[in-house]
């Protein structure tokens, strides 16, 4: 089964001897990129320098050899999707809030983002996500979009701060349960990354706990950090006493 997977984006798994030659030329993918460029440079981005910080992450993420290590790697497929949601997503939230359109319930968007990472991350749905190109780009678009509309609430000047940082905490939480079941499961679980990780040097079960303590840690930093920001930001002066 591993051996004979066919990974329908980002070709076949990279190995050592390759890795720096493996740069995604999609033309496609390279048009959208250049889209989300024009929108930062000229269209209605709020803050350019976060537009462009995102953009250069997706460049990272998408067209850097990270994407044919993410074909071999679980631990290299995680980190990409950590850079999605706990990076380009405020990044693009910042870059891009919410003008002009009430936002869903933050409770949803907690609920959503949560469905979103952990069907992707079963193992069936996520060989499936792999095995088409549509599946594949149903993934990227499904775990960026969720974030970003979460981020987005958060950031909103008509969240209050509490409610964000229970939104936060929340979602911290979720993420940290599921990074806990991958990195304690007892046997490696993700077989489409058998062949590659075996490339790599990398026993599979090995490669699924450093992918779970990805998940786990850094990804809970921005999080964290901002959920610290938003709480010293609430802290106003105290009223003079009368």
């Known amino acids: 089964m591993p051996d004979s ?30 889209l989300v460029g024009l929108l930062v440079a000229r269209g209605p981005c ?6 462009a910080a995102a953009l250069a992450l997706m460049v990272f993420i998408f067209v850097s050899p ?10 290299a497929r995680v980190l990409h999707h950590v850079l999605l949601i706990a990076a380009v997503a405020p990044l693009l939230a910042i870059a891009f809030p919410s003008r002009g359109w009430r936002s869903p319930p933050l409770s949803l968007l907690v609920g959503l983002q949560a469905v979103v990472l952990w ?8 060989e499936w996500g792999l095995a088409s190109i549509p599946t594949y780009w149903m993934m990227q678009v499904t775990l960026l979009g969720s974030a970003w509309l979460l981020w987005r609430a958060v950031f909103s000047a008509e969240t209050p701060a509490g409610a964000a940082l229970v939104a936060l905490v929340t979602t911290v939480a979720q993420m940290g349960l599921l ?3 991958i990195v304690f499961a007892p046997r490696a679980l993700y077989a489409v990354h058998f062949a590659g ?21 850094p990804a809970a930093l921005p999080y964290l950090g901002v959920g610290l920001w ?13």
């Not at 066919?6 to 390279?30: E, T």
């Not at 990270?66 to 631990?75: E, G, K, N, V």
């Not at 938003?230 to 009368?242: K, M, R």
């Open 5 to 34: 997977f066919i990974f329908a984006y980002c070709g076949p798994a990279a190995v050592p001897s390759d890795l720096l030659m493996r740069w995604n030329v999609d033309p496609v993918l390279w048009g959208i990129l250049a």
């Open 46 to 51: 709020a803050d350019r320098r976060a537009g």
């Open 66 to 75: 990270l994407c044919a290590l993410s074909s071999a790697l679980f631990s």
């Open 119 to 126: 069907v992707w991350h079963m193992p069936a749905v996520y």
């Open 179 to 181: 990074a806990a079941l």
């Open 197 to 217: 990780a075996a490339a790599w040097g990398l026993d599979p079960l090995t490669d699924q706990q450093l992918a779970g303590l990805l998940m786990w840690v």
């Open 230 to 242: 938003l709480a010293w930001s609430s802290l106003g002066p105290a009223e003079p006493a009368s």
